[in-house]
């Protein structure tokens, strides 16, 4: 399973921007739909975005619709995550998914109020 590694979580102020990646460590990365998932202390982890292979379709949450911007690079075997806007609520461990099940191990993001 191609493994994942996420990067870019950090503390931020409610209205600030940060942009988390995720890199895959092989080119059957480019083959595969791409999601972003996120998990707040003591509820269940949340789907937040989601891009095809070829980046051609992008999916959101309503709760994200608007503020957050999936893309991929599959060149780089890279996929991001632009938060814009950012509120409190927004606080969790973001984690990139591949569809083909592979999960990687969750980058922080705290945005304060």
């Known amino acids: 399973q191609v493994q994942l590694v996420e990067s870019g979580g950090g503390l931020v102020q409610a209205g600030g921007s940060l942009r988390l990646s995720c890199a895959a460590s092989?080119?059957?990365?480019?083959?595969?739909?791409m999601g972003w998932f996120r998990q707040a202390p003591g509820k269940e982890r949340e789907f937040v975005g989601a891009i095809s292979w070829s980046g051609g379709s992008k999916y959101y949450a309503d709760s994200v619709k608007g503020r957050f911007t999936i893309s991929r690079d599959n060149a780089k075997n890279m996929v991001f995550l632009r938060m814009n806007s950012l509120k409190p609520e927004d606080t969790a461990v973001y984690y990139c998914h591949a569809m083909s099940g592979s999960w990687g191990q969750g980058t922080q993001v705290t945005v304060s109020s």
């Open positions: 092989d080119r059957t990365f480019s083959s595969y739909a």
